[in-house]
């Protein structure tokens, strides 16, 4: 039995595949090491009773997670699985290798992640190429929904808000000052407390205002995160996560003033994932 995960800060998908077939989908809490160490991420995948329930009989989980960076990462990543599936072998790497290879169709192309976090990666079927870090939503994040979350709150408490949008948030959400800060500033796992504000963003997408902060964060994800790339616009850019999905008007009006060509726009790639390893790994794990 094998297990194909891809996480965000959010949320994980899992697929069960066995004898080359799909068969369990499942979710649980988002994985990232630079939040979860390995005692948190055994919680969140013990929480799934339907996880639980087959984990010794996995044989080899293969997990694409935010954070998956580096060697130290990776390690938090793995001992946290290990906890759970005690007599799996273990392939961790980075949402953004996942993200590349669910949507490549065989010709070089840059992929993006627009979720609750951002990032970039160009990938040619052979070898990938990061040009500028992911620096997390503090100092990065652009185009993400911890970046319109922050955004959207600051605006909030700087009464910088359209009138109905600010009266929403007021009265319908009972947002207060305190509130927020303890979110942001006390309690864990403020990024993904910021993106949960893209549901609001989401409702009022069309007026001038959430328009103009879309368009301009999503021209600036642009500007860092593929503008960096070499030959940037004579390559299809592809785009994975929630953010993307659902923006998307604002996403390709931001990218034409850049003269990005758009390629696929895919709410999360684990369908895609699973079909990478059907073809490219699990006959070699049989052979």
């Not at 996480?7 to 809490?29: A, F, I, M, N, P």
């Not at 103009?212 to 500007?223: A, S």
Request: hydrophobic content about 40%; charged content about 25%; proline content about 2%.
């Amino acid at each position: 039995m094998i297990l194909i995960a891809d996480s965000g800060s959010t949320k994980c998908d899992w697929q069960v595949v066995e004898d080359k077939k799909k068969t369990l989908y499942t979710t649980t809490k988002g994985i990232n090491p630079f939040f979860h160490n390995e005692d948190t991420i055994e919680i969140f995948i013990r929480d799934n009773k339907e996880l639980t329930e087959l984990a010794e009989d996995v044989s080899h989980v293969f997990i694409y997670c935010a954070g998956g960076s580096n060697a130290e990462m990776i390690k938090i990543v793995e001992g946290g699985l290990k906890k759970v599936f005690k007599n799996a072998s273990l392939m961790v790497d980075h949402d953004l290798v996942g993200a590349a290879l669910s949507n490549f169709n065989g010709k070089p192309a840059i992929t993006c992640i627009l979720g609750t976090g951002s990032n970039s990666i160009a990938f040619d079927g052979k070898s990938m190429t990061e040009v500028v870090p992911a620096l997390a939503y503090i100092l990065g994040d652009e185009g993400s929904g911890s970046f319109f979350g922050k955004r959207l709150l600051s605006d909030y408490l700087y009464h910088f808000l359209p009138a109905e949008i600010d009266t929403y948030l007021k009265d319908k959400l009972k947002l207060t000052k305190d509130e927020i800060l303890e979110n942001v500033y006390m309690k864990p796992y403020a990024n993904v407390y910021l993106a949960s504000f893209m549901k609001t963003i989401h409702k009022f997408k069309d007026s001038s205002y959430m328009h103009d902060v879309l368009v301009e964060g999503m021209h600036k994800f642009l500007r860092v995160h593929v503008a960096c790339f070499e030959n940037y616009t004579e390559m299809p850019v592809n785009f994975i996560g929630s953010v993307a999905f659902h923006f998307q008007d604002e996403l390709k009006e931001a990218a034409d003033k850049l003269n990005i060509k758009i390629g696929s726009i895919c709410k999360k790639p684990i369908d895609g994932l699973v079909e990478y390893h059907l073809k490219q790994q699990l006959d070699k794990l049989h052979s």
